[in-house]
């Protein structure tokens, strides 16, 4: 791949370090300091705990690990260290206020450009292609996107507000879209942003299969329930058909039905569910039911990755589904741009080559997969990242949802969780053999 230039690396990792503080400071100035000390889940910390965190792993990685800075506040690193505390006992943790989180993730950040203007960008992965610079800005956007679905939970007005996406449309489109055997180029070994669990390149076969050519719909989905999906076990894998019965879940989160109709609660608002946008906050297991519903099944991760950059003509894979060229409000519901997913077939800009649409962006997509490492997967820079989820605990995500940044989100871009989760901006489109 073509040498970047110092320069064109300082000003893009500028770039990527300020859109994520602006929306950070969107995300936590838009409620009071109350709210920001809350915790709105029990599956979320405080929004002030994300801020705070923010601040410390760009400390301990651009100031500490880059630029080999003595610790400013070394008492903090464990009360921000994810590992030593899950996101429920967080409230009662000694943490930073409002106030002081906010000056020290800014203290740390004018440090840290100061660190890039002038740090050499070669000499190790770390700071090749401003790597750290990147990864720091990627775990800004994903701890922003994690703020949202906060928001999302929490109870109150709205505090958020954004403009509607562009219209969709499926008329004239088919419904599902051939993939042919063959096989093609999963992960990178040449993107510079790329972190550990999207590496290396390697060539993998995948059979024939068919793929939605959009999302699975809230429409679509009111049928399964309609058709009693949420009350035959037969769709439901044995800990999915555990799950909705302890919990009693019979729809997405976020929704219920009043007066004959389906309504959600979306960022503060009570509104009609849309028909003809995709689902949103469903379980991997609610999505495996729909689909064996619906005579299908989930896309593997390799089927998801083929059908999103493999081009047919040239035979390589490209970094998104429409080309090699970065995301444009055109071509992907990205950078928390609108607050929902746009309605089935829209961005007709940004389909595949074999006219698949809305794989980057609008809603995460559950694979069938499980989170495992790619052959040759190295660790870096820290196990932490990806290496100590890896197994049959987590399924993998992909595409990015509306809530995530273009920085976080490519066609080799892997996101996993447990398999009940579904406060996330988590969706699905399903897939046959051919
Ligand atoms: C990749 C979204 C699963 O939020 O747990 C943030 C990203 N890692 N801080 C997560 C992450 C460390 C991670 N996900
Ligand atoms: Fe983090």
């Known amino acids: 791949s073509p040498v970047v230039p110092d320069d064109v690396l300082r000003e893009r990792a500028l770039e990527a370090l300020t859109t994520a503080r602006a929306r950070t400071a969107l995300l936590t100035t838009c409620v009071d300091d109350d709210e920001l000390t809350a915790q709105h889940s029990p599956l979320m910390s405080p929004l002030v705990w994300d801020l705070a965190h923010i601040g410390n792993q760009e400390e301990q990685w651009l100031l500490r690990a880059v630029a080999g800075r003595e610790a400013i506040r070394p008492e903090i690193d464990s009360v921000y260290d994810a590992f ?6 967080r409230p009662t943790l000694p943490l930073l206020s409002p106030a002081e989180s906010r ?34 800005a990627q775990h ?51 993107e510079p942003w790329a972190l550990d669990n999207e590496r290396p390149a390697h060539r993998r076969d995948v059979p024939a299969y068919f793929i939605d050519t959009t999302p699975v719909t809230n429409g679509a989905f009111q049928a399964f329930i309609a058709e009693g999906g949420y009350t035959d076990e037969r769709w439901w894998a044995p800990e999915g058909w555990d799950q909705i019965r302890k919990h009693g879940i019979t729809a997405p989160l976020f929704w219920r039905h009043e007066g004959g109709q389906w309504l959600r609660r979306r960022f503060g608002v009570t509104e009609p569910v849309p028909e003809d946008e995709p689902v949103l906050h469903v379980s991997w297991y609610e999505a495996d039911a729909y689909a064996r519903w619906a005579g ?41 741009r609108h607050l929902r997913p746009a309605a089935a077939g829209a961005y007709p800009d940004g389909a595949s080559p074999l006219g698949v649409r809305q794989l980057i962006g609008d809603v995460w997509e559950w694979t069938s997969s499980d989170f495992l490492p790619y052959p040759g997967f190295v660790a ?5 990242y990806s290496e100590v989820f890896f197994g049959p605990g987590h399924k993998v995500l992909r595409g990015g949802s509306f809530a995530v ?3 976080a ?25 051919a």
Not at 84 to 89: D, G, L, N, S, Y
Not at 380 to 384: A, D, V
Request: contains cysteine.
């Open 84 to 89: 030593e505390h899950p996101r429920a006992e």
């Open 103 to 136: 000056t020290y993730a800014s203290d740390v950040r004018g440090r840290v450009l100061d660190i890039l203007e002038a740090h050499p960008l070669s000499g190790g992965p770390l700071v090749d292609s401003a790597f750290a610079f990147g990864m720091i």
């Open 140 to 190: 800004e956007q994903q701890h922003d996107e994690t703020m949202l679905i906060t928001h999302q939970l929490r109870r109150g007005p709205a505090a958020l507000d954004a403009p509607e996406p562009p219209a969709g449309g499926t008329a004239g489109l088919p419904a599902e879209v051939l993939v042919p055997k063959g096989p093609f180029t999963m992960g990178t070994s040449a």
């Open 296 to 336: 299908r099944r989930l896309p593997t991760e390799a089927e998801w990755e083929k059908a999103a950059r493999h081009d047919p003509v040239s035979g390589r894979s490209r970094r998104y589904p429409w080309g090699d060229e970065d995301p444009t409000a055109t071509r992907a519901n990205l950078d928390q």
């Open 380 to 384: 870096f820079p820290y196990r932490e």
């Open 405 to 407: 940044d273009r920085v």
């Open 409 to 433: 989100c490519r066609g080799t871009f892997r996101n996993w969780d447990l398999p009940v989760r579904r406060q996330i901006f988590s969706g699905f489109r399903t897939a046959r053999d």
